[in-house]
């Protein structure tokens, strides 16, 4: 599906005979130059969406815009655009359905059938959704389709979950599929805590109380905390296969330690043997005992090596590493402006290890040993029977001995080795912190001069630090040699005990002997689990950061509302649009863009509507640090407040972005990496092509536009100046070709020249209507539509649309005639392989008389009655010309 087969097409040549596989069933037919170029491409196995007609719909010419003849020559009607209402949509994990809506815009006069099918995101299906697939028909004058996919509800935390739904191209009908919207992700919204409900209040507490990462105080029983978090792993299907079969080696482990036991008693009752015939019996048991010993051991040391194969350590850090990633992508305003970003790279790298070897491989190591103990219990009641000696009682007596003690022994001492690894985690915090201000304070630091300041209180915090890491290793020390002094006295003893059994001949030689090592494994294990628990313990501040991280407010709410008010607006709107417009206009390009533009109520009386019509170019003006920018991220869907949703309405099929005047570079990227970062794998190569077309036309310098056949990687601030950055920062905006492009201040850095320069290359793109889909039919691409802010007007012929901004005033569309004010300069470059756009010369209009712009062939008056909703389009066979429109004063 994603390999293209490109081949020439002589221009009125008529047909296509590229080679297509059978399989796509596809038929030649008649084929027009697109866009003056000489070829055009044809998608194997699946054509891309906004680039193909129906396999029952052959001929390329039938896509809308293109002109094709019916029976007896008659002109065939386009065929109307099907796609999704919204790129995302959002349903709650409890809701029975998910209803994804479909739109189909344009002629509706067809009868028109799509077919669509599900596809496994983070939410798999039969898990958290029922998978779905089936075909839609939209009758006559049908413009609203709903498809509906069963969800399945569990209680099972998972920190996204969402899944594709896709429509097929090869098999549509009469109709043509958008260009980026021929796919949609449903999102399903968790309402499960990390790790598990048990502690739903408890964490509630904390996230309140809560102030920085570096301290987290979770009112909850560590081990019970740390034994949800194994059941949550455990649901993964590697996770638990893994840990099943490391447990039965584990198992098999503790059985050959019990193997070695017994080999050691007939070795040295072997070697004790007097008579020549018991030494000929006992060279042969010695080359059993060899044979065995050897054979037994390679199988555990192939085992022990397969563990490494069974990814249970590496799908554990893989599931919290990604889901605190994806957890970090949906954080809420609230919630990223206040986060630790170094608190977060510790939770992401540090945090994640504690975890899981602290918690997770621990308790796996915990139940190895305590296998261990109860097989040595279980070995040495059985090894008189398995000798044929007779059972003594002073042989059993010490091993109730170990779990008495080491139990009393912990309860005095638990107090204070938890304590003492507390307060070692808190100073260690303090330094991170520490560490953590210093970095994102530094160039305050350096311009004030107080660097011996901080360096002296970065001495003390390592100071306090080494002094409490000292403190706690004496206390550890002494903890842990309390299992070794215990197993020590209690061999000794038995030493006493059992070297008299022997004497008397009530006791072999090799039971006696096996038994004082066993005694000492036996005091090992159970020192092994103290030491276990408190490595546990010590996990549990990472466990506790990551679980406030984890369950950390995300914007999905607000996005779901957000999507369930544009779709309700949209049918409102949409229907009103439909009762104006000529039949067959595409209803989708009518829309307005609106929002509220009451910026801060109380200092400006009323509020107003920014009414902005798509594929025009609009400026914001006003005085500085007024509402310009706020009003842009609101309508770039930027700005999620719950106030912002119900007065703010863009179109939910369109795609916004917001590019602020301060340019961000990845570091270790080459210059091509970073421009098309933000376009689709597919398109990644005509994009670069066209990003360096882009760069040309803005006038950047041969230094900077050989970069792009550059492999080097920099971090990009010392290479290029500032207004280069702004330069590249307007090319990759364009490049990543949004339908609605909002620019922050993008003339700030450049000068006279270099502004009119900006404005050409953004009006090229509206005019276009699409830098990237060049062998797409005209009719098939939306208006594209640019708005910036900026503090000035001097180039406003430029604009379709000018609104006044200020804090006092609130937002006022201003006549365009009435916003010039200087001459604008002539256009110094065009769109690399374009004519430059024609500009307005001479002088501003005087009052009464006609506007100069209205003689301007690209801005001849629409004669359409739909001109209020729509850019009037010709309707020659021609290549369709965009005419531009002088919008009337705003009404009252």
């Known amino acids: 599906f994603r390999r293209f087969c490109s081949e020439p097409c002589k221009e009125g040549a008529g047909r296509f005979l590229g080679p297509v596989p059978p399989a796509a069933a596809m038929t030649s037919g008649p084929c027009s130059v697109l866009n003056g170029g000489g070829s055009f491409y044809h998608r194997l196995g699946k054509v891309a969406p906004g680039r193909n007609v129906s396999a029952a719909a052959a001929p390329i010419s039938a896509c809308p815009g293109s002109p094709s003849s019916g029976a007896g ?48 995101g983070t939410a798999k299906s039969g898990t958290s959704y029922e998978a779905t697939e089936g075909s839609l028909t939209f009758q006559v004058g049908e413009m609203e389709k709903i498809i509906t996919v069963r969800l399945i509800d569990d209680d099972q935390w998972r920190t996204t979950l969402d899944f594709t739904v896709e429509l097929d191209s090869v098999h549509t009908q009469s109709a043509v599929l958008g260009q980026h919207l021929w796919q949609t992700t449903v999102h399903i919204l968790d309402n499960d805590v990390f790790p598990t409900q048990k502690f739903h209040d408890e964490i509630g507490e904390c996230m309140q109380e809560t102030v920085s990462l570096h301290f987290v105080k979770l009112e909850a029983p560590p081990f019970r ?7 949550l792993m455990l649901r993964d299907h590697t996770i638990a296969a893994g840990v099943t079969k490391t447990i039965l080696v584990d198992v098999l482990d503790n059985l050959y330690m019990l193997a070695k036991l017994y080999f ?24 059993l005992l060899f044979t065995a010993n050897v054979l037994i051991f390679g199988v555990v040391h192939f085992l022990d090596y397969r563990k490494t194969f069974w990814k249970v350590k590496g799908t554990a850090m893989t599931i919290l590493r990604s889901a605190l990633m994806r957890k970090f992508f949906n954080f809420d305003e609230s919630g990223r402006s206040g986060l630790d970003h170094g608190g977060l790279i510790l939770s992401l790298t540090r945090d994640c290890d504690a975890v899981v070897d602290g918690c997770l491989l621990n308790l796996l190591s915990l139940v190895e040993r305590i296998s261990g103990i109860f097989l040595i219990v279980a070995y040495q009641v059985a090894q008189f ?37 507390q307060s070692v985690q808190k100073q260690l915090d303090h330094l991170v912190a520490t560490c953590d201000s210093v970095v994102e304070n530094y160039p305050l630091i350096v311009n004030y001069d107080v660097r011996s300041r901080f ?26 040699r309390f299992a070794p ?48 628990l408190l490595s546990m313990l010590e996990s549990v501040p990472s466990l506790h950061r990551l679980v406030l991280l984890m369950n950390m407010e995300t914007d999905f709410h607000t996005r779901k509302d957000l999507y369930a008010q544009r779709l309700q607006t949209f049918r409102e709107v949409s229907a009103q649009a439909m009762r104006n417009l000529p039949m067959g206009s595409n209803v989708l390009d009518a829309l307005h863009i609106r929002a509220d533009s009451c910026l801060k109520p109380g200092l400006h009386a009323g509020r107003t509507i920014t009414d902005i019509h798509q594929g025009n170019m609009v400026f914001f003006v006003g005085p500085h640090a007024e509402g310009k920018s706020v009003l842009l991220r609101k309508i770039a869907m930027k700005s999620l407040v719950v106030d912002d949703i119900a007065s703010t309405f863009v179109p939910p099929h369109l795609r916004t972005l917001f590019v602020p005047n301060e340019a961000v570079f990845f570091r270790g990227k080459t210059l091509v990496d970073n421009l098309v970062f933000g376009v689709c794998d597919d398109d990644i190569p005509v994009a670069s092509v066209r990003a360096k077309h882009l760069a040309k036309s803005l006038g950047l310098s041969q230094q900077v536009l050989d970069l792009f056949d550059s492999k080097d990687e920099h971090s990009w601030l010392n290479p290029l100046s500032q207004t280069q950055r702004q330069s590249l920062n307007i090319v990759r905006a364009l490049t990543a070709d949004p339908e609605v492009l909002c620019l922050s201040k993008p003339l700030q850095f450049f000068d006279k020249d270099a502004q009119i320069r900006v404005l050409d290359v953004l009006q090229e793109f509206i005019r276009t209507k699409d830098f990237l889909e060049f062998d797409v039919t005209e009719g098939a691409r939306r208006p594209r539509t640019v708005i910036l802010t900026t503090t000035d007007i001097p180039n406003m012929s430029y604009a379709d649309q000018v609104f006044q901004i200020s804090l006092a005033g609130g937002v006022q569309e201003i006549e365009r005639q009435g916003a010039l004010q200087d001459k604008p300069p002539p256009a110094l470059s065009a769109m690399a392989g374009g004519a430059p756009s024609p500009r307005v010369q001479g002088p501003p209009a005087s009052p009464g008389a006609a506007s100069p712009l209205a003689a301007s062939p690209l801005r001849a008056s629409p004669a359409s009655p739909m001109s209020p909703l729509l850019p009037a389009w010709n309707t020659s066979g021609a290549s369709p010309v965009r005419t531009l429109r002088v919008f009337p004063a705003p009404r009252a």
Not at 80 to 109: H, K, S, T
Not at 456 to 478: C, G, P, Q
């Open 385 to 421: 029977t398995v000798f044929g000696q007779a059972f003594k009682v002073g042989s059993v007596v010490p091993l109730s001995i170990f779990p008495v003690v080491y139990s009393i022994f912990i309860c005095f001492r638990w107090r204070v080795t938890s304590s003492s690894l």
């Open 455 to 480: 360096l002296a209180a970065f001495d003390e915090e390592i100071a306090a630090y080494n002094t409490k890491a000292t403190e706690n290793s004496r206390v550890m020390l002494n903890t842990l």
């Open 225 to 231: 905390m740390i034994f949800e978090l194994a059941r």
């Open 73 to 120: 020559g008659s002109p065939r009607p386009p065929m109307p655009i099907v796609q999704f209402g919204c790129r995302d949509a959002f349903c709650d994990e409890g809701a029975e359905f998910a209803n994804i809506p479909l739109i189909r815009a344009g002629n509706l006069q067809v009868v028109s059938t799509v077919y669509y099918r599900t596809v496994d």
């Open 485 to 532: 002094w215990l197993a020590l006295l209690v061999s000794l003893g038995y030493q006493a005990w059992g070297g008299m059994q022997v004497v008397f001949g009530e006791l072999s030689v090799g039971v006696y002997l096996v038994n004082i090592g066993l005694f000492a494994s036996f005091g090992q294990k159970w020192g092994d689990i103290y030491a276990l």
């Open 264 to 287: 050691q008693v007939l070795l040295v009752d072997c070697i004790i043997k007097h008579t020549a015939e018991e030494a000929r019996e006992a060279r042969k048991q010695l080359l």
